[in-house]
């Protein structure tokens, strides 16, 4: 298996960051396609933070979730969903570490903090040990 | 002798229906008003941080956007974490909490510092706020200490890990951090192969335990686990990253402790200290009221010399196992560092560098 470094490698396992916001199933429908066209892993990661942990805060449907990605074609079979403890960031880092090759998030919401901070997004392309993907709401693949 | 550095975060840094609120505050005086302590109270205002005490912990990049967004109006930092118009003042000023304490401390060479501050700080790393945490309060009052010579303990018991603390002092061999968390739980890092960057390693103690879990199980992890490296560290100063949300009623988490669990972890951090005058707790999470007004007290009067909690101790939850286990796991990994003179591999602890050209850290 071709795994980091290479950056012309077909990926094997794409994690996408997923809260549930039009951006989020933007990425999710781009990541979706790549998936299916490379025969890779698609894992849908949603990040649970404090307050939807302890239920006060809602999150994304893992149907819902699951529905966007069949749409845009890929096997259901490749294809998982993921509510890990954390901040958002920090999960798909995690991914990474954990064996996705790509990760692929919005380019607003949460994933993508407009204000202070700067920019998630831009952050995860700064600790991601593999190749960050930033889709832009428009991209309709 | 209890000096109390506060209340900070009473009535400002309120972001409407919310756990982190206000009200937290208020318990945390209910508690301390319930011991009757008398003149064995001292209250002590806090000055806010400076720049400079800030900047020890946190980038310049991150304090100009959170002061900058404070004064835009706020808003959120991420899907937990608010930010008011008053929450840059209410920061400095939380910071500076645990400064008075040890100001105060220092002066008076004896009793135990509460940093009665929010908001709360150990999940804020050096670049970003999270988990309802803006500034790393114990980590301002740790660097300042570690800048003028001291070795600091920081215990977080915590039902979350402190991400940022753990990120802050990393690198750091004269802090040693040890913290007991819920696992699986938010933020997803405190796993017991964390044990500090090369050059610090072991300087980091990470005891997860599962949903359920006792008050005799977290009392295990600091006998077991961490008196064992708290022995070898020898800290001057013991700063608490106290948070109450590992109470059995919080609605946060899952763990089974009661306020008298609490007062037994109180005792055996009391412990750690090198003498009278040298411990600071610091609020952190504590989501129920009567949870964080009762185990407020329960803690305080432990560190005093004195018994108070209407509750029973807990025990005979799961996650003894687990506790052991991380013993033997570190007892190995420092036995492997110790050996390792000539450049051999260490697989175990995940401690920075490992291998890849690309610095690489746990979280
Ligand atoms: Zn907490």
Redesign the pocket.
């Given at each position: 298996m071709t795994r980091r470094a290479d950056a012309a490698a077909v990926p094997t396992a794409i994690a996408v960051g997923y809260d549930g916001s039009p951006d989020a199933a933007a990425a999710l429908r781009w990541a979706a396609a790549l998936a299916t066209r490379t025969g890779a892993e698609l894992r849908v990661v949603h990040a649970v933070g404090l307050l939807e942990h302890a239920g006060m805060a809602g999150g994304p449907a893992r149907d819902a979730a699951l529905a966007v990605a069949a749409e845009a074609g890929a096997d259901e079979a490749r294809v998982t969903w993921r509510r890990v403890d954390g901040e958002p960031a920090s999960v798909l880092v995690r991914e990474a570490e954990d064996g996705a090759d790509l990760l692929v998030v919005g380019s607003r919401g949460f994933w993508a903090h407009p204000g202070v901070l700067g920019s998630t997004s831009l952050e995860l392309a700064e600790r991601a040990p593999v190749p960050v993907v930033i889709v832009p709401r428009r991209e309709q693949p | 002798m209890l000096i109390m550095a506060g209340p900070v975060g009473e009535t400002v840094h309120d972001g409407g229906p919310h756990p982190e609120r206000p009200a937290r505050i208020t318990a945390v005086l209910q508690g301390i008003g319930d011991l009757r302590l008398g003149t064995d109270l001292v209250t002590v205002d806090p000055l806010p941080a400076s720049r400079a005490d800030l900047a020890r912990v946190h980038s310049e990049r991150y304090l100009d956007e959170l002061e900058a967004f404070a004064q835009r109006g706020g808003g959120s930092l991420d899907p937990d974490t608010y930010v008011t118009p008053s929450s840059w003042d209410a920061a400095c000023d939380a910071a500076g909490a645990g400064l008075a304490a040890v100001h105060a401390l220092r002066e008076r060479g004896e009793g135990v510092g509460f940093a009665v501050a929010r908001p709360p700080g150990h999940h804020a790393e050096r670049g970003r706020g999270m988990g309802f945490c803006l500034v790393n309060n114990v980590a301002v009052t740790a660097a300042s200490l570690l800048a003028e010579g001291e070795r600091v303990l920081v215990v977080d018991w915590?039902?979350?890990h402190g991400n940022g603390t753990q990120e802050i002092f990393w690198d750091e061999p004269d802090l040693l951090y040890v913290s007991t968390h819920q696992w699986p739980l938010y933020p997803g890092t405190g796993r017991p192969q964390e044990v500090g960057g090369e050059g610090a390693i072991g300087s980091t103690v990470n005891v997860p335990v599962p949903p359920g879990a006792t008050g005799d199980v977290l009392r295990l992890a600091l006998d077991e686990v961490a008196a064992p490296a708290v022995g070898a560290f020898r800290p001057d100063w013991v700063l608490v990253s106290c948070?109450f949300?590992a109470h059995r009623a919080d609605p946060l988490a899952e763990l089974a402790l009661s306020s008298a669990d609490f007062a037994d972890l109180a005792r055996a951090v009391a412990e750690f200290a090198p003498g009278p005058g040298r411990t600071v707790l610091f609020l952190?999470?504590g989501y129920d009221m009567t949870a964080v007004r009762r185990s407020t007290a329960a803690t305080v009067a432990a560190l005093l010399g004195d018994l108070a909690s209407p509750e029973q101790p807990t025990f005979g939850g799961p996650g003894a196992d687990a506790v052991r286990a991380v013993a033997g796991l570190r007892e190995r990994a420092m036995a492997e560092v110790h050996d390792r003179t000539d450049g051999g591999s260490l697989d175990a602890p995940v401690t920075g560098p490992a291998g890849a050209p690309s610095e690489r850290r746990p979280w």
């Open positions: - | 915590d039902v979350h948070g949300d952190e999470g």
